[in-house]
């Protein structure tokens, strides 16, 4: 049994289409993770551009994830929970995943504390940021790292 080889020669219509596909593929948004700077306009869309305190907001999770799939975190806003200072949202971001926007968390003074837990997925290691809208239009912010190991889309 033999076979036979046909080279097929391309015509200027089938280059031109190529060509024009792999422009188009090109000029494409990255896919994939988000940038470093993704999670800032989201914060931005959520509490504006004020300037965020580095105290009053505390972040718990776990130093090393070894499964990105589900990672508990708990945030936590010191306050005095009064009608005239409270917290009005906690919003989480995680500073590498494709939708950094994790979580927003809605409080009034009949809360009590202010203060939230939960789970979320990490694709690689990266920083969860946590930023606390206060009544009084203030605004405070904690960072921590996670390094993802096992069950993530990298370290």
Known sequence: MTEKLQLVVSNRRHFILGATAA????????????????W???MEGLVGSSEADANRVS???PEIAENGNTVPFSVAVESPMTDEDHVKAVH???TGNPRPDIGSFMFTPANGVADASSRMRLGRTQD???VAEMSNGQVFMATQTVKVTIGGCGG
């Open 128 to 130: 969860i940021v946590a």
């Open 59 to 61: 972040i718990e999770l």
């Open 92 to 94: 989480v971001f995680a």
């Open 40 to 42: 800032k306009a989201a």
């Open 23 to 38: 422009a188009t593929l090109l000029s494409l948004p990255k896919l994939g993770f988000a940038e470093d700077n993704g």
